[in-house]
């Protein structure tokens, strides 16, 4: 299956990076398992150049990857490891790359020698391009407040927010600012914080900002404009998502589902669809609309970041030839235990269809109650399983006595025939 068809690419702490068709209902991972360390969890991720036609990945040790969708490999690996902490945020500028991590450092990465850089403070969050105006990124994080840098322009910020005022008891209100994003055809931005705020500033006309809700008691972690831009979706680390109306600043519908801490949540740019992904190490996509679980994929690590493809017109789209392989990562940290990801397709009825065919053929048999009695229970089913199936089968009142029977010795005794 060619990888450009992926309509999720999804990255994990374990350093695989994962592309999930949702129409077909595949998943394949693009890493080289056997070579994996806990250095190459993958904390930051962008579109290359053209636009998804290469997936950039930040690793927790400094290491930039690319990977070609048309190719399916990665073609790339660079250094940089600048600063300390891991990246909060990847980006591309004409043909250079943008990078931020922890510490503060955000470093423009030229084909020449001569890279810029910029100190915007410590303990960074979050760090975001403007798609209007590339060469502006918006940055954040706990005791950072907001500010706008132009990347081209080495002087300082171009807009730093100030705190709102202090609370009714006259204390200093916290800052931290665990995401933010430009809101398109404007310059005004939207940033969530781990006090569970959700804000809107417009540089234009003051620094505070011009709107200010409350999601929750749990801090947000992540956020994302819808296609309207006048609502957005916020994920908090109780696993809860609230679409939050920016016009009224009002609560409009949650979204249902989710069972761990949210790591990123992406909105499409023209569908009412949004994925989500985090710890529990399920992605999701909603239905913001119809709030109406579409997808749910088991993709067994725990996940930290993600892109969601702008192709629209899915039905339409070419589809993908061959089987895919996906293959089992090997995990010394908690292994969940839960219901199996995504079976291929036909799976599921070729194993009822085996379950049948056997249950059948011995039904035929002359002898059909020492037959279940002897053998059903030990190589075909379990009793829970048999009792559920004997309505699809047209047994006489003995043989179903006889059945019930058996159930009844195999529970109360435990013991198997």
């Known amino acids: ?60 040790n ?43 450092l955000l470093k423009v990465w030229k084909e020449q ?33 907001l500010k706008v840098w132009d990347v081209q322009v080495s002087q300082g910020p171009v807009f730093t927010a100030k705190n709102v005022r202090n609370d009714w008891l006259d204390l200093r209100v916290p800052v931290w ?9 404007s310059d005004k931005i939207v940033t969530c914080t781990g006090y569970s705020q959700v804000r809107v500033y417009d540089p234009n006309t003051q620094r505070r900002p011009v709107l200010q809700m409350t999601y929750g008691e749990y801090p947000l972690t992540a956020l994302s404009l819808m296609s309207d831009a006048n609502s957005v979706v916020v994920g908090n680390t109780h ?17 249902k589902g989710q069972a761990g801490s949210v790591r990123d949540v992406q909105c499409h740019p023209s569908l009412p669809l949004v994925a989500s992904c985090g710890l529990d190490r399920f992605l999701r996509v909603h239905h913001v609309a119809e709030k109406r679980l579409l997808y749910k994929v088991y993709l067994k690590s725990q996940l930290s970041c993600l892109l969601f493809t702008s192709r629209d017109n899915w039905e339409a ?27 291929a397709a036909g799976e599921r009825e070729l194993r009822e269809k085996d379950n049948d065919s056997k249950l059948t053929e011995c039904c035929k048999r002359d002898n059909t109650s020492k037959i279940l009695g002897n053998k059903l229970f030990s190589n075909v089913l379990l009793p829970e399983n048999l009792e559920n199936m004997i309505g699809n089968f047209k047994l006489n009142t003995k043989i179903i006595s006889d059945l019930l029977n058996h159930i009844g010795h195999w529970r109360n005794n435990k013991l198997t025939c």
């Not at 070609?68 to 790339?76: D, N, Q, V």
């Not at 589809?319 to 995504?342: A, H, N, Q, R, S």
């Open 177 to 185: 600012v665990r995401d933010v994003q430009f809101i398109p055809a």
């Open 113 to 145: 020698t001569d890279h810029a850089e910029l100190q915007v403070g410590p303990g960074v969050c979050r760090m975001r391009q403007q798609s209007d105006r590339m060469e502006r990124v918006a940055t954040g994080g706990k005791e950072n407040e």
């Open 317 to 343: 789209e070419e589809k993908p030839l061959g089987e895919v392989t996906v293959k089992e990562e090997e995990e010394d940290d908690d292994k969940y235990i839960g219901p199996k990801f995504l079976l």
């Open 62 to 104: 400094g290491t930039v990857k690319v990977f070609s969708t048309e190719k399916e490999k990665f073609t790339e690996f660079r250094d940089c490891s600048r600063g300390e902490g891991p990246f909060r945020g990847l980006a591309t500028y004409d043909s250079s790359l943008i990078t931020c991590v922890e510490s503060g």
């Open 239 to 255: 696993g809860e998502l609230a679409v939050l109306d920016l016009r009224k600043g009002k609560l409009l519908k949650c979204l």
């Open 1 to 60: 299956m060619a990888a450009r068809w992926n309509h999720v690419w999804v990255g994990t702490e374990t350093g695989i990076l994962k592309g999930v068709n949702l129409q077909q209902k595949r998943a394949t991972n693009y890493t080289n398992i056997s070579t994996l360390s806990r250095d190459q969890e993958i904390c930051a991720m962008c579109w290359g150049y053209p636009p998804e036609s290469e997936v950039l990945l930040g690793c927790l």
